[in-house]
């Protein structure tokens, strides 16, 4: 007996469901087209069905190829900005020059008309001198004159108020004033330091480098510190 429902089980699978209650075939049935909850004499559910139509199932597969596509996008495009990011357009880049300073790297990007141009290795703040924020170029000098400020005299009170410029100064050949700040990208004496973070907030570049950007960038041009 215990053959033959098993038998007849595994045919309805394919085709119709056997309702069985307390060992005995009651019915069989149609596969239900909704979901239906089959009760035997004593109360008990004994079967419960749960049919999907082909609508509902492909909307499933649809909301998980959008899922897909999604997922699939962000690693795409994720995967080209790492490849792309010296090269990136910046939006307020189209019509005018740009500096972007990345501290984490020690590097100095410009761009001319979007489009970039050339990397410096420059020297960032020392440890509690971090600068980062947007700035612009407010004028550049030749061969500055450096003033220390009160929390550099505070470090080295010897320092004397005002140091010309020259090829003595800290300040190096030339410099470049960003907005109403005291931060500079200027030359250096010391190009050992170029890579490192141990200035006093400034950006420092060889000499020769930082002449040939004095070149370049106009007065105006907009900076980046990340």
Request: glycine share 6%; charged share 35%.
């Amino acid at each position: 007996m215990k053959h033959i429902l098993l038998l007849l089980f595994s045919i309805s699978v394919w085709a119709n469901f056997f309702v069985v209650d307390r060992g005995k075939v009651i019915e069989v049935v149609n596969e239900p087209s909704k979901n239906v909850h089959i009760v035997g004499s004593n109360g008990r559910v004994l079967k419960k069905y749960k049919k999907l139509s082909h609508i509902k199932k492909r909307k499933r597969l649809k909301k998980r190829v959008r899922k897909y596509k999604k997922l699939h996008r962000k690693k795409r495009y994720a995967h080209k900005r790492k490849i792309y990011r010296k090269k990136r357009v910046y939006k307020k880049a189209k019509t005018r020059d740009l500096i972007v300073i990345r501290s984490s790297k020690r590097i100095l990007e410009y761009y001319k008309n979007g489009k970039w141009i050339k990397n410096y290795k420059v020297a960032v703040g020392k440890a509690g001198w971090e600068v980062y924020g947007k700035f612009w170029v407010r004028k550049k000098v030749k061969w500055p004159d450096w003033i220390p400020t009160k929390k550099i005299k505070k470090e080295n009170p010897r320092l004397p108020d005002i140091i010309p410029g020259g090829p003595k100064n800290p300040l190096g050949a030339r410099a470049l004033y960003l907005g109403y700040s005291k931060v500079r990208i200027h030359g250096t004496t010391n190009p050992h330091s170029i890579g490192k973070a141990v200035s006093h907030g400034c950006f420092r570049m060889r000499n020769k480098d930082v002449i040939e950007l004095y070149n370049m960038v106009k007065v105006g041009t907009p900076v980046y510190v990340k």
